[in-house]
């Protein structure tokens, strides 16, 4: 599984494509920000992701230990 990785640009900015054949972890003591819509994979969450706008996991599956907050 990969980890995400997010990008900096300019310190203030990061982009990601919306749709991604990788299987996502958000490792725990970690959170994450997803912009939608997105379609991943596959996601396993055990720290803290929140998503702004759609997310859809695709053919994998979708693990949450930690927390999911999608608005």
Known sequence: MSTLTVNTVDSKKFQMNETTSDDVTIPSAKSALMVGPVTINSLTVKGNLNV?????????NLTITGYLRIS
């Open 52 to 60: 702004i706008d759609t997310l859809t996991v695709s053919t994998g």
